[in-house]
């Protein structure tokens, strides 16, 4: 019986291939599972082979979560836009936010490679966030930090939900989503704080000429660039 040649793949492709089989191993079986034995396995590949891309299976980990870094805040900062445009329900950017690091294995990983000594697992999930903020509050005045402060809150209250959300809530006698719920609630409450501040603030009647536009950009400024949504 004839065996079918195994295909030859560049040195990218891979690469390519074996972050795809490390990011189903950590979803299918854990942090613990993303071996490069295990990996090699997986894509038809020899130890050796995944060595000789990798160097160890730190780096392996590595290419992982910087992928799944950009990946993340991808599909967040598209969901964003789509909220500020009125085309989605801001609950979906917490959704997807809270998934990311729990469903999707981002929060075990980094944690689990910050405990097995890799104290520089969180730089590239750190990185593609700053990058999607300063995306995200361009425009903002000089020294406003309202969105950095509401994707700290966020990723935080994310980060902790995929660690120990579940048993936290159960042993609290709360549904074990709440925190989801919480985190939406302050985005919103941030939000919401903006609106009234700028309707406070507008009072076109009893300002005139520049006084009364200058009123105008600080009342848009304050409904429009004061949180992520």
Same mark, same amino acid.
């Given at each position: 019986?004839?065996?079918?040649?195994?295909?030859?793949?560049?040195?990218?492709?891979?690469? %390519?291939?074996?972050?795809?089989?490390?990011?189903?191993l950590l979803v299918e079986s854990g942090p613990s599972a993303v071996t490069l034995k295990a =990996?090699?396995?997986?894509?038809?590949?020899?130890?050796?082979?995944?060595?000789?891309?990798?160097?160890?299976?730190?780096?392996?980990?590595?290419?992982?979560?910087?992928?799944?870094?950009?990946?993340?805040?991808?599909?967040?900062?598209?969901?964003?836009?789509? =909220?500020?445009?009125?085309?989605?329900?801001?609950?979906?950017? =917490?959704?997807?936010?809270?998934?990311?690091?729990?469903?999707?294995?981002?929060?075990?990983?980094?944690?689990?490679?910050?405990?097995s000594g890799n104290t520089n697992a969180l730089d590239p999930i750190l990185t593609a966030i700053?990058?999607? =903020?300063?995306?995200?509050? %361009?425009?903002?005045?000089?020294?406003?930090?309202?969105?950095?402060?509401?994707?700290?809150?966020?990723?935080?209250?994310?980060?902790?939900?995929?660690l120990m959300g579940a048993p936290m809530a159960r042993a609290l006698g709360l549904p074990v989503?709440?925190?989801?719920?919480?985190?939406?609630?302050?985005?919103?409450?941030?939000?919401?704080?903006?609106?009234?501040?700028?309707?406070?603030?507008?009072?076109?009647?009893?300002?005139?000429?520049?006084?009364?536009?200058?009123?105008?950009?600080?009342?848009?400024?304050?409904?429009?660039?004061?949180?992520?949504?």
């Amino acid at each position: 019986m004839t065996s079918t040649p195994r295909k030859r793949l560049s040195p990218t492709e891979s690469r %390519e291939a074996a972050v795809e089989a490390a990011r189903a191993l950590l979803v299918e079986s854990g942090p613990s599972a993303v071996t490069l034995k295990a =990996v090699a396995g997986r894509i038809g590949r020899t130890h050796a082979n995944l060595l000789h891309h990798f160097g160890s299976a730190e780096a392996l980990h590595t290419a992982l979560i910087t992928r799944m870094a950009a990946d993340i805040v991808g599909t967040i900062g598209a969901a964003v836009l789509r =909220v500020r445009a009125g085309e989605l329900d801001p609950r979906e950017v =917490v959704e997807m936010t809270f998934d990311a690091f729990g469903k999707g294995g981002a929060g075990a990983l980094a944690s689990w490679m910050i405990l097995s000594g890799n104290t520089n697992a969180l730089d590239p999930i750190l990185t593609a966030i700053h990058d999607l =903020v300063d995306e995200l509050a %361009e425009g903002d005045m000089p020294g406003d930090q309202p969105i950095q402060e509401q994707t700290l809150t966020l990723v935080l209250m994310a980060l902790g939900d995929a660690l120990m959300g579940a048993p936290m809530a159960r042993a609290l006698g709360l549904p074990v989503g709440k925190a989801r719920e919480l985190a939406l609630d302050a985005l919103l409450a941030s939000k919401d704080a903006a609106t009234l501040l700028a309707a406070d603030t507008l009072e076109p009647e009893s300002k005139s000429g520049a006084e009364s536009q200058r009123v105008e950009i600080f009342a848009n400024f304050a409904m429009g660039r004061r949180c992520i949504f």
